[in-house]
């Protein structure tokens, strides 16, 4: 049986309230990470520095059948303008792969953020390669607004947004 990589992209982007180094400090603290992306129960940080190139964290997602599991991520690049990642999951790492870019753009005192998702699948039946389904672009805008929200200086999420947000699927960002 041949194999073939099925792919697919989307993205998002939001304007938050504050520099951009404070943007990417929301980008690659593991504690801070765990606040912003919806579903995301853990970071840990695998190395001893996060902000470098190579860095590695592992993210633990919530369980239950919503949940995607362990995923390790790696610092491909990193600059004061842009950040990538790339993710694998714990297990079946050789089947999945997903690449997610930060552009900032400080734009006066505020931040210009544009999240770019790369996801690349092996062995996916051809009608599954498609664009990417609505609940990965739900769980990005939402978790991107969480973004805006919590660097821009709001200490906590409100109870209803957090409950609103609990029934997404979670992905790594």
Do not use: N
């Amino acid at each position: 049986m041949r194999y073939e990589w099925g792919q697919y992209a989307f993205d998002g982007a939001v304007t938050v309230e504050c520099p951009s180094a404070d943007v990417l400090r929301w980008l690659v603290m593991p504690d801070l990470m765990s606040r912003w992306i919806a579903g995301l129960e853990a970071v840990t940080l695998l190395d001893s520095q996060p902000d470098v190139v190579g860095a590695h964290t592992r993210l633990d997602f919530e369980g239950g059948r919503r949940g995607p599991g362990t995923f390790h991520g790696e610092v491909v690049e990193l600059s004061d303008q842009m950040l990538i990642r790339c993710y694998r999951p714990a297990f079946g790492r050789d089947k999945y792969e997903r690449a997610v870019r930060y552009d900032l753009r400080a734009i006066g005192a505020a931040t210009a953020l544009r999240c770019s998702v790369q996801t690349r699948l092996l062995g996916v039946p051809a009608v599954l390669r498609r664009l990417p389904q609505g609940h990965e672009q739900t769980h990005l805008h939402r978790s991107l607004e969480r973004l805006r929200s919590l660097a821009g200086g709001l200490r906590q999420l409100p109870l209803l947004r957090r409950i609103r947000d609990s029934g997404l699927q979670a992905q790594p960002l």
